[in-house]
C-alpha cells in the first residue's frame, strides 16, 4: 500500500511515498497489548478497507516477496524499479560490511556476539537467503573491506588484516596480522572505520572524544578548551600502510584534522581522493539555549561531506558549518553566538546536510547494475538522529547523491526508506532498523546493513 | 528564551508551596508536585539523551526504565547526577559511550530532587520519592 507522505528537511518540502504494510500494522497495535481484543474488530475494518484502497489506487507490484518479511521490498521504499529483499536477519550489530567477488558477505559486528565478531555469510542454495554463517575475531568494532588479497577488520583500538584464499575465504582466521595498534579509544566516537587508496594507504579515523572540546564534556555554558588538545590524537584521519605491521600513531601520517568524527568514508576512483561523512556537534540549545532554541538546534549544524587531501582542517571544535546560512560559524564555545563567523577560513563541506542524521556508510557506486545517474553518485546511510528532542527524529534512511566528475552534481534524494517500521520515531530505541553500513555486490546491487536489529539488506535494479 | 529563564525559579516556587500544602494535608500526594516540576527538570536538561520515554540511544546514553541505576540506592543515583558518570560498565546488558555531565553546578537541590522524583516514578518505574534532604545530604558529603 503505498501513501504518499511530506516532510520539511532544510525549508525544502520532500515528498515520498510510504510504503505500509499489514505486518507494520499488526506490529503497531501488537505494541498495545492491553488494547488487543478491542483492537481486533477494528484492526479487520482499516485493513479491509486499506486493501480496497491499494487494489483501486496502487498498481500491483512485480516485486517479489522477500525472504523472512511479508512485506514487499522488505518494507522499504526505493524509486521505480528497484526492489529490496533481506539477506540475512539477526546477525547482530551489523555495522559495516563488504561483499567478496563471489558475492559472499562479511560482517564486522559492534560487539562480538558468541565470541565473534566478525561474520562470514555464504548463500549455498543460492536462493538469496545466505543461510550458512561462521565467525571469527572476537573483538567489537565497526569496519571491515577487502583490498589486495585481505581482509582487513577494526576494532577500536586496531586494524587487523586476515589473508584471503582464491574464493576469498579466510585461511586461517585466529592469527590475523595486526597493521594498526594503539588508536585512542576513551569511549565518545571510538568506532576506527579505514579505507583504502589505490597506492597502498589506508586512512583511518580517530573520532574525538567529546561533543565540542568544552572544559567539561556537555556541561551547560562550559567553555572550548584552548588549542583544543583533544586533536593531537584524534578529531582527524590518519594515514597508514595497507602492508605493514604493528604501525602505531608515529608510523602513520597525520592526514587531517578538525573532523569531530567519521564513520562513514570511501575512496571516490574518479577524483582519486578520499571523502568523509562528518557527524556535526549536538545540543547546541541544550548547552547554550541563549543563542539556540530548539527548532534551530534540531537542524544545526549540517552533517557535512567532505573531499579531504593531505593537510586538510575542517574546523572542529572552532566553527561548525550552517547549512542554511551557507557559512562557518564560531562554536558557542569559542565565543560564537550562531551568527559570527571565525577569522581563520577552514574547509567546506562538499555538501551539506541537516543536523543529527548521523551518516554511517558512505559508497561511491562503480557498479552497472543501478541506470545511468547512480554511476560514481555517493550513497549515504544515515543511521538516523537521537539530538533533535522535542523535534521528531530524522534520517533513518539511505540517500543519493549524484556525481559529475567527482563532485556532487545536483540534489540530494532520498533513495530507500522505511527502515524504521514507522512514520515518525521520537525515540531510537523504537526505530526497528538503522541502517549503518554500505557495501555494492559483484553484480551492481547495494547491501545495506542494519546494526539493531541485524538484518541485512539487498537492493536491486531491473528494467 | 525568557521563558526559560522565568521557568526554573517558576518551578521551585511551584514545588516548594503545593510540597508545603501537601504537607499540611497530612502528606497525601507528596509525590505528585514534585514530580511535576521534575518532570520540567527533565525536559530541559535531560530528555535529549535518555528521551521522553526513558529510553536513551541505544549504545550511547543509557535507558532510566527499570534499570538498578535508577531504583537502587539514592546516594548512587544522586551522586551520578551531581558528579556525572563515565564509567565502561553495562547497563541492562548493554554498554554505552557518551558521558553523563556533572550538573552540581547547573541544578540545585530540589530540582535534582524532583527531577529524580520524576525519573524514579515514571517509564513504568514506580520508586520512592527522592526528598531535597537527601539530595542535600550527599551533596554536603562530597565537599
Same mark, same amino acid.
Given at each position: 500500500?503505498?501513501?504518499?507522505?511530506?516532510?520539511?528537511?532544510?525549508?525544502?518540502?520532500?515528498?515520498?511515498?510510504?510504503?505500509?504494510?499489514?505486518?507494520?500494522?499488526?506490529?503497531?497495535?501488537?505494541?498495545?497489548?492491553?488494547k488487543k481484543n478491542f483492537l481486533l474488530p477494528l484492526l479487520i475494518v482499516v485493513i479491509g478497507g486499506m486493501a480496497i484502497f491499494s487494489f483501486t489506487t496502487s498498481r500491483s507490484s512485480d516485486t517479489k516477496q522477500s525472504p523472512g518479511t511479508n512485506a514487499p521490498n522488505a518494507g522499504l521504499t526505493l524509486p521505480a524499479g528497484f526492489s529490496a529483499s533481506i539477506v540475512a536477519d539477526n546477525?547482530?550489530?551489523?555495522?559495516?560490511?563488504?561483499?567478496?567477488?563471489?558475492?559472499?558477505?562479511?560482517?564486522?559486528?559492534?560487539? /562480538?556476539?558468541?565470541?565473534?565478531?566478525?561474520?562470514?555469510?555464504?548463500?549455498?542454495?543460492?536462493?538469496?537467503?545466505?543461510?550458512?554463517?561462521?565467525?571469527?575475531?572476537?573483538?567489537?568494532?565497526?569496519?571491515?573491506?577487502?583490498?589486495?588479497?585481505?581482509?582487513?577488520?577494526?576494532?577500536?583500538?586496531?586494524?587487523?588484516?586476515?589473508?584471503?584464499?582464491?574464493?576469498?575465504?579466510?585461511?586461517?582466521?585466529?592469527?590475523?596480522?595486526? %597493521?594498526? %595498534?594503539?588508536?585512542?579509544?576513551?569511549?565518545?566516537? $571510538?568506532?576506527?572505520?579505514?579505507?583504502?587508496?589505490?597506492?597502498? $594507504?589506508?586512512?583511518?579515523?580517530?573520532? /574525538?572524544?567529546?561533543?565540542?572540546?568544552?572544559?567539561?564534556?556537555?556541561?551547560?555554558?562550559?567553555?572550548?578548551?584552548?588549542?583544543?588538545?583533544?586533536?593531537?590524537?584524534?578529531?582527524?584521519?590518519?594515514?597508514?600502510?595497507?602492508?605493514?605491521?604493528?604501525?602505531?600513531?608515529?608510523?602513520?601520517?597525520?592526514?587531517?584534522?578538525?573532523?569531530?568524527?567519521?564513520?562513514?568514508?570511501?575512496?571516490?576512483?574518479?577524483? $582519486?581522493?578520499?571523502?568523509?561523512?562528518?557527524?556535526?556537534?549536538?545540543?547546541?540549545?541544550?548547552?547554550?539555549?541563549?543563542?539556540?532554541?530548539?527548532?534551530?538546534?534540531?537542524?544545526?549544524? /549540517?552533517?557535512?561531506?567532505?573531499?579531504?587531501?593531505?593537510?586538510? $582542517?575542517?574546523?572542529?571544535?572552532?566553527?561548525?558549518?550552517?547549512?542554511?546560512?551557507?557559512?562557518?560559524?564560531?562554536?558557542?564555545?569559542?565565543?560564537?553566538?550562531?551568527?559570527?563567523?571565525?577569522?581563520?577560513?577552514?574547509?567546506?563541506?562538499?555538501?551539506?546536510?541537516?543536523?543529527?542524521?548521523?551518516?554511517?556508510?558512505?559508497?561511491?557506486?562503480?557498479?552497472?547494475?543501478?541506470?545511468?545517474?547512480?554511476?560514481?553518485?555517493?550513497?549515504?546511510?544515515?543511521?538516523?538522529?537521537?539530538?533533535?528532542?522535542?523535534?521528531?527524529?530524522?534520517?533513518?534512511? %539511505?540517500?543519493?547523491?549524484?556525481?559529475?566528475?567527482?563532485?556532487?552534481?545536483?540534489?540530494?534524494?532520498?533513495?530507500?526508506?522505511?527502515? /524504521?517500521?514507522?512514520?515518525?520515531?521520537?525515540?531510537?530505541?523504537?526505530?526497528?532498523?538503522?541502517?549503518?553500513?554500505?557495501?555494492?555486490?559483484?553484480?551492481?546491487?547495494?547491501?545495506?546493513?542494519?546494526?539493531?536489529?541485524?538484518?541485512?539488506?539487498?537492493?536491486?535494479?531491473?528494467? | 528564551?525568557?521563558?526559560?529563564? !522565568?521557568?526554573?525559579?517558576?518551578?521551585? !516556587?511551584?514545588?516548594?508551596?503545593?510540597?508545603?500544602?501537601?504537607?499540611?494535608?497530612?502528606?497525601?500526594?507528596?509525590?505528585?508536585?514534585?514530580?511535576?516540576?521534575?518532570?520540567?527538570?527533565?525536559?530541559?536538561?535531560?530528555?535529549?539523551?535518555?528521551?521522553?520515554?526513558?529510553?536513551?540511544?541505544?549504545?550511547?546514553?543509557?535507558?532510566?526504565?527499570?534499570?538498578?541505576?535508577?531504583?537502587?540506592?539514592?546516594?548512587?543515583?544522586?551522586?551520578?547526577? !551531581?558528579?556525572?558518570?563515565?564509567?565502561?560498565?553495562?547497563?541492562?546488558?548493554?554498554?554505552?559511550?557518551?558521558?553523563?555531565?556533572?550538573?552540581?553546578?547547573?541544578?540545585?537541590?530540589?530540582?535534582?530532587?524532583?527531577?529524580?522524583?520524576?525519573?524514579?516514578?515514571?517509564?513504568?518505574?514506580?520508586?520512592?520519592?527522592?526528598?531535597?534532604?537527601?539530595?542535600?545530604?550527599?551533596?554536603?558529603?562530597?565537599?
Open positions: 500500500m503505498i501513501f504518499l507522505s511530506c516532510f520539511i528537511i532544510q525549508n525544502f518540502y520532500l515528498c515520498y511515498p510510504i510504503n505500509f504494510s499489514v505486518g507494520m500494522i499488526t506490529q503497531t497495535l501488537n505494541n498495545f497489548p492491553m546477525t547482530g550489530e551489523a555495522r559495516h560490511i563488504a561483499v567478496t567477488k563471489e558475492g559472499n558477505l562479511y560482517i564486522k559486528l559492534g560487539s /562480538a556476539k558468541k565470541g565473534n565478531g566478525i561474520l562470514y555469510l555464504t548463500d549455498p542454495g543460492k536462493d538469496g537467503r545466505y543461510q550458512n554463517q561462521t565467525g571469527f575475531g572476537d573483538y567489537g568494532g565497526t569496519e571491515v573491506g577487502l583490498k589486495n588479497g585481505y581482509l582487513y577488520a577494526s576494532s577500536n583500538t586496531d586494524i587487523y588484516r586476515y589473508k584471503l584464499n582464491d574464493k576469498d575465504e579466510v585461511a586461517d582466521p585466529n592469527n590475523p596480522e595486526k %597493521v594498526v %595498534v594503539g588508536l585512542l579509544d576513551r569511549g565518545e566516537h $571510538n568506532s576506527k572505520s579505514f579505507i583504502f587508496d589505490n597506492d597502498g $594507504n589506508l586512512y583511518v579515523n580517530v573520532g /574525538a572524544y567529546s561533543n565540542s572540546c568544552q572544559e567539561q564534556d556537555r556541561v551547560p555554558g562550559s567553555m572550548g578548551m584552548k588549542g583544543c588538545p583533544i586533536l593531537d590524537s584524534a578529531g582527524g584521519i590518519w594515514q597508514f600502510k595497507m602492508d605493514k605491521q604493528d604501525q602505531h600513531y608515529g608510523d602513520g601520517v597525520h592526514y587531517a584534522t578538525g573532523l569531530r568524527n567519521v564513520v562513514g568514508l570511501d575512496w571516490n576512483q574518479k577524483d $582519486n581522493a578520499l571523502f568523509v561523512m562528518q557527524h556535526g556537534r549536538d545540543q547546541l540549545h541544550d548547552l547554550f539555549p541563549k543563542y539556540f532554541d530548539d527548532k534551530t538546534s534540531s537542524i544545526l549544524p /549540517a552533517e557535512g561531506m567532505y573531499e579531504i587531501h593531505k593537510g586538510d $582542517n575542517a574546523g572542529w571544535p572552532y566553527i561548525y558549518y550552517d547549512q542554511i546560512q551557507h557559512k562557518q560559524i564560531l562554536m558557542p564555545e569559542y565565543g560564537g553566538n550562531g551568527k559570527k563567523t571565525a577569522n581563520k577560513k577552514y574547509l567546506d563541506p562538499v555538501m551539506a546536510f541537516p543536523g543529527h542524521m548521523a551518516p554511517d556508510g558512505l559508497l561511491f557506486y562503480t557498479g552497472n547494475q543501478f541506470p545511468e545517474k547512480y554511476k560514481n553518485g555517493a550513497f549515504i546511510a544515515f543511521h538516523g538522529s537521537w539530538n533533535r528532542s522535542p523535534e521528531p527524529q530524522a534520517g533513518y534512511f %539511505v540517500v543519493f547523491v549524484p556525481f559529475k566528475d567527482g563532485k556532487p552534481n545536483g540534489k540530494w534524494e532520498v533513495f530507500a526508506n522505511g527502515f /524504521a517500521g514507522k512514520k515518525e520515531v521520537m525515540s531510537p530505541r523504537s526505530a526497528e532498523h538503522r541502517p549503518c553500513g554500505l557495501a555494492q555486490g559483484p553484480d551492481g546491487s547495494l547491501y545495506v546493513s542494519d546494526d539493531s536489529k541485524g538484518t541485512i539488506y539487498k537492493i536491486s535494479y531491473k528494467k | 528564551m525568557i521563558l526559560g529563564f !522565568l521557568f526554573v525559579p517558576f518551578a521551585l !516556587l511551584m514545588s516548594n508551596t503545593s510540597k508545603e500544602v501537601a504537607r499540611e494535608n497530612n502528606s497525601f500526594n507528596t509525590i505528585q508536585p514534585s514530580k511535576a516540576a521534575g518532570e520540567k527538570v527533565f525536559k530541559k536538561y535531560c530528555i535529549t539523551c535518555h528521551m521522553a520515554d526513558g529510553g536513551g540511544v541505544p549504545h550511547m546514553n543509557p535507558p532510566l526504565i527499570q534499570t538498578s541505576y535508577v531504583l537502587g540506592d539514592k546516594e548512587d543515583l544522586i551522586n551520578i547526577v !551531581l558528579n556525572g558518570f563515565d564509567k565502561k560498565v553495562e547497563i541492562e546488558g548493554e554498554t554505552f559511550t557518551n558521558k553523563m555531565p556533572p550538573l552540581k553546578t547547573i541544578l540545585k537541590d530540589q530540582q535534582i530532587a524532583d527531577v529524580l522524583t520524576y525519573v524514579r516514578s515514571s517509564f513504568g518505574n514506580k520508586a520512592s520519592a527522592v526528598t531535597v534532604a537527601e539530595v542535600k545530604a550527599v551533596r554536603s558529603k562530597n565537599k
